[in-house]
């Protein structure tokens, strides 16, 4: 997504950022050994009778504390299924390979075609996109392509795709800034901020900052110190994991110190616990 991204600044190519509708329950399932087999309980069940009395009723019954239950086939992809994303995935590359695009060897999940001798090329992390193209016009043209493709507006209003123009988008948690030329500009404020919020919940006394991510112990291990407590210890793991997902993308700054922290996720102690909020502390003096 990055080394795209840099190649979209350099091109000086005009970005779109797409969120395909209700993605995964809009994919019919045309093989039947695709289809996966779920057990409803509950209100749910209720629900379903009530509107289709004549397809779920003869259906219901109930297990052995009492409470009713259907179990039915899936012949759409039902979000939090195992199979739902890999069926997605699979009729999104069929669309768009059926209009030209070509996927890319080393990530499947990027696809670029040539349109009057310049390159196209949407990513996507399961139904958002980014599209990027040298001329405006035929990045709309794509985007004009996807709503007929997958845009199905449902009487509450929802299923429109939502579109993003312009020259800053937001993109899985990053804020990309394509605003100087031949430069991208990637953060994540807001979501350091949060991650900053949560540590000053768990650690009161973790106020001030720090001139670097890292104390001079980082590797140290004092094999006697006290284990963090149950609660403590979950939240040093969260932070952790939330914490390398900022690394990752906007904040490499971090690595060195985050990828020690994440060999510690299991039985942290108290030592861990001070690099952590020397990290943090690190983060809001540089956020």
Request: aromatic share 8%; hydrophobic share 35%; net charge negative.
């Amino acid at each position: 997504m990055l080394l795209t991204c840099i190649v979209d600044a350099e091109e000086g190519r005009d970005v779109a950022v797409v969120d395909i509708p209700n993605a995964f329950i809009q994919t019919h399932i045309e093989d039947e050994k695709d289809m996966a087999i779920i057990k409803v309980r509950g209100i749910l069940v209720d629900m379903l009778e009530e509107i289709d009395p004549k397809t779920y009723k003869s259906y219901v019954t109930n297990d052995k504390n009492g409470t009713k239950q259907l179990v039915v086939q899936c012949q759409n992809a039902i979000y939090g299924t195992m199979v739902a994303s890999l069926l997605y995935y699979r009729k999104f590359c069929a669309s768009l390979t059926s209009t030209g695009f070509e996927f890319n060897t080393y990530d499947p999940c990027v696809a670029n075609k040539t349109i009057n001798g310049k390159q196209m090329t949407i990513a996507f992390h399961v139904d958002d996109c980014k599209i990027s193209h040298e001329d405006p016009k035929e990045v709309e043209k794509l985007i004009e392509w996807l709503r007929q493709e997958y845009e199905s507006i449902f009487e509450d209003g929802s299923g429109k795709m939502t579109v993003n123009r312009g020259k800053i988008h937001t993109y899985l948690g990053m804020t990309l800034d394509f605003s100087v030329q031949s430069q991208v500009k990637v953060s994540m404020q807001q979501y350091i901020d949060e991650i900053l919020e949560a540590f000053d919940k768990a650690e009161p006394k973790g106020k001030g900052t720090n001139a670097s991510a890292a104390p001079e112990n980082l590797f140290k291990v004092n094999e006697d110190c006290p284990k963090l407590k149950p609660e403590k210890a979950k939240m040093f793991h969260n932070l952790v994991a939330e914490m390398l997902y900022a690394t990752k993308r906007a904040r490499p700054d971090t690595c060195t110190a985050i990828a020690y922290l994440t060999t510690r996720v299991r039985e942290p102690d108290e030592d861990d616990w001070l690099k952590l909020a020397h990290l943090m502390k690190y983060v809001r003096g540089t956020r």
